[in-house]
Structure formats: structure tokens, C-alpha cells
């Protein structure tokens, strides 16, 4: 969200902000779930943890693997297909909606960051774009991903990268920025033979 410039220096109207009082209390009761429930189950729970999130409002596949040490910010954002995974001590900073598809991974100490903050205004105002990830995507180690980023089917990105532009299908990316090195060999007609 963007906001037009003015000659006054005013701080933004809370009612402004996506973080307001619902939402904030909404976050508030997840974050006690989290800590309770969550967060102490054991890791073959997955269909748990899913419930869990899909009693904030997620859309979590019952396929679909969240691991205990994993942070979803709000979990009435995040989107998961059947086999998705969530790796331990991901953070999904879904401010605005994260879309994981069919058999992708996210893996450990990945970073989903669906917002971010205009520096050219004098405020920051906070601003917000969805993160999708495709089916069979991987994305190794330790990756950041920012707002408004598009992952295409079958994209593998390398550990330690940064993704902060769309790739595209069916290829290997590394680096900061991530950029592609070569296409996959495996393509989609591959998992349907498969």
C-alpha cells in the first residue's frame, strides 16, 4: 500500500494500517496457540499443526508438512498445497498472502517476507505484495524471498540466496539477487510419468 505524498509531516491514522486493533488481536490469540499448541507438538504432528492453522484460516492441504519450529505471522494469509512443506525455523512473514503449491519446500531458516516499507515516503508507510511459490519448487537453505515475487513451477533456488525479482519455471537460481543458471533437466511431464 502506497500513500501520496504531503507537504505535512503527520504520522499515519492506525486505521490505516493493516496491523490495526483486530488484527492485532487476532495475531495476539495465535501467538498464545503457537506457544501452547503449536510450537511444543511433536514433529510427525503435522496433521495437528495443520488444524491449527486452518482454524486461523489457513488453507493448508491435510498433505501438507509445517514443522513445530516453523513462524507463521498470520496464518489466515498462508496458502498450501497438497504435500507443501514448511521446513523448522522458516519464517513466513505473511502480511499479505504466501501461496505455497503442490509438492514445494521451503527449507530451513528460509525467510517468506510479504512486506516491506516505502523509503521514499518520510513515514515508511508499510507496503504489501504476495509471495507465490509453484509446484515442485525448492528452495534450499537459509533463502529470503520478498514481496511480490513469483517462483515458477519447478525452480530450484540455491542455499543462501536472496529472491527479490520473478523466476522462471523449470530452472536452477542462485545468488543475491538470485539469478538463473540453467534450466532443470526435469521438467512437469517427468513428475506425471513419475
Given at each position: 500500500m502506497t500513500h501520496a505524498?504531503?507537504?505535512?509531516?503527520?504520522?499515519?491514522?492506525?486505521?490505516?494500517?493493516?496491523?490495526?486493533?483486530?488484527?492485532?488481536?487476532?495475531?495476539?490469540?495465535?501467538?498464545?496457540?503457537?506457544?501452547?499448541?503449536?510450537?511444543?507438538?511433536?514433529?510427525?504432528?503435522?496433521?495437528?499443526?495443520?488444524?491449527?492453522?486452518?482454524?486461523?484460516?489457513?488453507?493448508?492441504?491435510?498433505?501438507?508438512?509445517?514443522?513445530?519450529?516453523?513462524?507463521i505471522w498470520a496464518p489466515w494469509n498462508l496458502t498450501m498445497a497438497p504435500h507443501a512443506c514448511i521446513a523448522d525455523d522458516v519464517e513466513v512473514y505473511c502480511v499479505a498472502p504466501v501461496s505455497i503449491g503442490r509438492a514445494s519446500t521451503v527449507s530451513q531458516y528460509g525467510y517468506l517476507c510479504a512486506a516491506s516499507h516505502d523509503f521514499e515516503q518520510v513515514h515508511h508507510p508499510l507496503t504489501c505484495a504476495p509471495i507465490t511459490i509453484g509446484d515442485h519448487c525448492w528452495l534450499a537453505a537459509d533463502v529470503f524471498v520478498g514481496p511480490g515475487v513469483t517462483i515458477a513451477d519447478g525452480t530450484v533456488v540455491g542455499a543462501r540466496s536472496s529472491v527479490f525479482n520473478d523466476l522462471p519455471g523449470w530452472s536452477l537460481a542462485t545468488g543475491t539477487p538470485a539469478a538463473v543458471i540453467r534450466a532443470r533437466k526435469l521438467t512437469a511431464a517427468d513428475f506425471q510419468a513419475g
Open positions: 505524498r504531503t507537504d505535512k509531516l503527520v504520522p499515519r491514522p492506525e486505521s490505516d494500517s493493516p496491523h490495526g486493533a483486530g488484527n492485532r488481536a487476532a495475531r495476539g490469540l495465535w501467538n498464545l496457540t503457537y506457544v501452547i499448541l503449536f510450537r511444543p507438538s511433536p514433529r510427525v504432528l503435522h496433521r495437528w499443526r495443520n488444524l491449527l492453522l486452518r482454524a486461523f484460516g489457513a488453507k493448508v492441504h491435510h498433505t501438507a508438512r509445517v514443522y513445530p519450529r516453523a513462524r
